[in-house]
């Protein structure tokens, strides 16, 4: 399965001349119906919708594709219908005219001071009466077209993201292959210059050879700390944890929140390293991998 982003654009557009069946239709002024989806990330999905007044009555129609179609992104929905300019105006029928004279009348009889219509009133209204309740019609399959293109966008960014992240994970691979030798190397490296450093002191305190009751304390002392200062653990769940995201990236779906997840376990365990660290190149190393995970993390979070 595709790695799906939840940043991305779709926008459609309708006309009424498509849709022009007889002269009538073909008298009346050019509609257009126009719907935009915009989607960026978010913990879950997040609906709003921009209607104008004639297509509110669609929207949990919309509500209901785009929850079959969507899984988590901030999603907001515009729609709305312009009538264009046209050579020729709407003739209104006898019946429109009676409508629009009988709510006229009622109006007037509670708002005495209401205007009255003017023809431009009339003709733009006969306009809406026409094209627009067609286009309203329109709206289901013209999101689905949408709707379907804003998964094609979806897609597209993330497949970018999953190569990026593909990218990063092959850089902290090759930097846990660098440390893994180092480990052995410093842990025996601070054990004996530990012994050393108890030797000495022990020197200047007695001014004798150190009894073997201290030699077997300085022992414990030293391989205690030498511990202490093994990242060798934290290298394991840490390869651990880049297979894991990996196998994710590969596999495709709806994976933003479990890759969330592993990138706040690999930047914990590469902290650790880096506060373990006994030595110059194990600290630029944690640095180093600190740096990628950082730029993993802000790229996971746009993923479904």
Same mark, same amino acid.
């Given at each position: ?43 879950? %999905? !997040?609906?709003?919708?921009? *209607?104008?007044?004639?297509? +509110? @009555?669609?929207? &949990?129609?919309?509500?209901? $594709?785009?929850? #079959? ?96 992240? %593909? !990218?990063?994970?092959?850089? *902290?691979?090759?930097?846990? +292959? @660098?440390?893994? &030798?180092?480990?052995?190397? $410093?842990?025996? #490296? ?97 640095? !180093? ?9 802000? @790229? ?5």
């Amino acid at each position: 399965m595709p790695v799906y982003s939840m940043t991305g654009y779709a926008g459609v557009q309708q006309s009424s001349a498509d849709n022009a069946a007889g002269p009538e239709s073909r008298a009346l002024p050019a509609c257009r119906l126009g719907l935009e989806i915009r989607s960026v990330n978010s913990r879950f %999905l !997040d609906l709003s919708f921009r *209607l104008s007044d004639e297509l +509110r @009555q669609h929207e &949990p129609a919309l509500r209901e $594709l785009l929850t #079959q179609q969507l899984k988590r992104g901030k999603v907001e929905v515009r729609a709305g219908i312009e009538t264009a300019g046209a050579s020729s105006l709407p003739e209104p029928s006898p019946r429109m005219l009676q409508r629009l004279n009988a709510l006229q009348d009622n109006v007037r009889a509670w708002l005495p001071d209401a205007r009255t219509l003017s023809v431009a009133d009339v003709i733009r209204l006969s306009a809406v009466e026409g094209n627009t309740a067609e286009l309203g019609k329109e709206l289901l399959p013209l999101a689905t077209r949408a709707v379907a293109a804003l998964l094609e966008a979806r897609e597209r960014e993330g497949a970018r993201l999953a190569a990026m992240l %593909l !990218d990063r994970l092959s850089q *902290l691979q090759q930097l846990a +292959r @660098q440390a893994a &030798p180092l480990i052995p190397q $410093l842990v025996e #490296q601070q054990r004996n210059r530990f012994l050393e450093r108890w030797k000495e002191a022990m020197a200047l305190a007695d001014g004798a050879a150190l009894p073997e009751a201290a030699q077997d304390r300085a022992l414990t002392e030293a391989t205690a700390f030498a511990i202490r200062i093994d990242v060798a653990e934290e290298l394991t769940r840490l390869d651990s944890h880049l297979a894991e995201i990996g196998r994710l990236v590969t596999k495709g779906g709806e994976i933003g929140k479990r890759l969330d997840f592993l990138i706040q376990e690999l930047h914990r365990e590469a902290n650790t390293m880096g506060s373990k660290s006994a030595a110059l190149e194990l600290t630029r190393i944690s640095v !180093d991998m600190k740096v990628l995970i950082e730029q993993m993390r802000e @790229q996971v979070q746009n993923i479904e």
